[in-house]
T-cell receptor
Framework: TQLLEQSPQFLSIQEGENLTVYCNSSSVFSSLQWYRQEPGEGPVLLVT?????EVKKLKRLTFQFGDARKDSSLHITAAQTGDTGLYLCAVTPYQTGANNLFFGTGTRLTVIP | SQTIHQWPATLVQPVGSPLSLECTVE??????LYWYRQAAGRGLQLLFYSVGIGQISSEVPQNLSASRPQDRQFILSSKKLLLSDSGFYLC??????????????FGSGTQLSVL
């Protein structure tokens, strides 16, 4: 059973378009993180959301944590070719305690010039 | 500032050969350390994590082992590689931030191909 499901798996859009990707689970989390990974590199943290309903903006990226803290979305406005990459959400489940960070299945975004 | 070094960047090994991947962190003390494996273009699978020297937790029983001989050194090993061990291996360290959870900083990864 996958703890986190991300959708869509693959997304290909034209430069300038808007898009939204999702991270869903049936479990509740104290916090959720979004990472972006470029080919041949390690993931880089974009944002952490903690409060249910929280919205955070990072330039053209808008992150939202669901009211029930079970899901999150990432919206990109006016996508650029530099946004291309694998977007991963990650959580520390309540029940594991400790230091584990579990990652979603990822959304691979390709922005076409 | 903190940095993480992981090597080698790429590795091609025959089935049945041993493996040793090394990761070191600079600029921080007593970090949490992690080894993840990633299938091509997909999510990360946690293999091992460590909260201190000699303390290793394994998440997935398999052909691999990990060791932490020094505070900022984390090693991933295998005595005999299998074809299924191929993948992109990532080392990471973290800072615990309470309710905000672990903030992970990743190395640049090792692409392992077992032939």
């Amino acid at each position: 059973t996958q703890l986190l499901e991300q959708s869509p798996q693959f997304l290909s859009i034209q430069e300038g378009e808007n898009l939204t990707v999702y991270c869903n689970s049936s479990s509740v989390f104290s916090s959720l993180q979004w990472y972006r990974q470029e080919p041949g590199e390690g993931p880089v943290l974009l944002v952490t959301v903690v409060t249910g309903g929280e919205v955070k903006k990072l330039k053209r990226l808008t992150f939202q944590f669901g009211d029930a803290r079970k899901d999150s979305s990432l919206h990109i406005t006016a996508a650029q070719t530099g946004d291309t990459g694998l977007y991963l959400c990650a959580v520390t489940p309540y029940q594991t305690g400790a230091n584990n960070l579990f990652f979603g299945t990822g959304t691979r975004l390709t922005v076409i010039p | 500032s903190q940095t993480i070094h992981q090597w080698p960047a790429t590795l091609v090994q025959p089935v049945g050969s041993p493996l040793s991947l090394e990761c070191t962190v600079e600029g921080t003390s007593n970090p949490n350390l992690y080894w993840y494996r990633q299938a091509a273009g997909r999510g990360l699978q946690l293999l091992f994590y460590s909260v201190g020297i000699g303390q290793i937790s394994s998440e997935v029983p398999q052909n691999l082992s990990a060791s932490r001989p020094q505070d900022r050194q984390f090693i991933l090993s295998s005595k005999k590689l299998l074809l299924s061990d191929s993948g992109f291996y990532l080392c990471a360290w973290s800072v615990r931030r309470g309710l905000a959870g672990e903030k992970l900083f990743f190395g640049s990864g090792t692409q392992l191909s077992v032939l």
